[in-house]
């Protein structure tokens, strides 16, 4: 079993892999004419108000500018850790006006099998990535952990926010405390910056995500960046 999860890992990271270089050599010279008074879809597989909703919203904004006579609309289509929204991209009219964007954790949801993908990500067409950013723990100031020590020694599960089951900051908490054996409890179910009122609120003690999408959470007085 694990050998066959192994095989079926490398062929999509290697299949994306492909397609991240085949995309952009591609766009360097689109037919900008063919969009001329069409609307193109933007899809983003979470909630309005998150990183990810930020990223579509500025790239529909240039790509408006430099396609003469296109209209970008973003269309949030939030649930089930993404796999709805990579669902309705992946099932769109293959006729280049609709696009999206989610969560890379969904590559382990495909290779674990998880319920309701109707997707294979190694036939998608690639375009680009948004960003590649150092991932960083935080935790509330108002929480008893003053160093990633006092994680590892504290007998009480931390509870850790994240958008969904199978999305990159819910595998990730999985993967540091299987690393480091802190006691991290990975809550799902917050979506766009629910996760920052949730530690606001006290209902969890931190989450993990992207640095400069935690960095202004972090500068608040009631929350502090413990790690990176």
């Known amino acids: 079993m694990g050998t066959k999860i192994l095989r079926t890992c490398f062929k999509v990271i290697m299949a994306m892999l492909i397609l991240s270089f085949a995309g952009p050599a591609a766009a360097l ?21 998150g990183g990810y909703d930020a990223y579509a919203r500025i790239i ?8 003469p006579g296109v209209t970008v609309i973003v269309k949030n289509i939030p649930g089930a850790g993404n796999i ?3 669902n309705e991209i992946y099932l769109a009219k293959p006729n280049g006006l609709t696009i999206g964007t989610f969560n890379t954790g969904l590559i382990y949801s495909q290779i674990v099998g998880s319920q309701g993908i109707k997707f294979d990500l190694a036939k998608y067409s690639w375009i680009g990535k948004a960003s590649s950013q150092t991932r960083v723990l935080v935790v509330s100031v108002n929480t008893p952990y003053k160093t990633f020590k006092d994680l590892m020694e504290t007998k009480e599960p931390v ?13 990730d908490v999985l993967l540091v405390a299987a690393a480091t054996g802190a006691n991290l409890k990975v809550i799902p179910g917050y979506m766009g910056r629910e996760n920052e009122m949730a530690m606001l609120r006290g209902e969890v003690a931190g989450q993990l995500g992207s640095y400069t999408g935690l960095l202004p959470l972090s500068r608040r007085r009631n929350a502090g960046c ?3």
């Open 29 to 49: 010279s689109p037919d900008v004419g063919f969009y001329k008074g069409k609307v193109i879809n933007y899809i983003v597989s979470t909630k309005p108000g």
């Open 60 to 67: 529909g904004k240039y790509m408006q500018k430099y396609i």
């Open 84 to 86: 709805i929204g990579a």
């Open 159 to 171: 509870k850790m926010s994240a958008s969904g089951v199978g999305t990159s900051d819910y595998n």
């Open 226 to 228: 413990l790690c990176r």
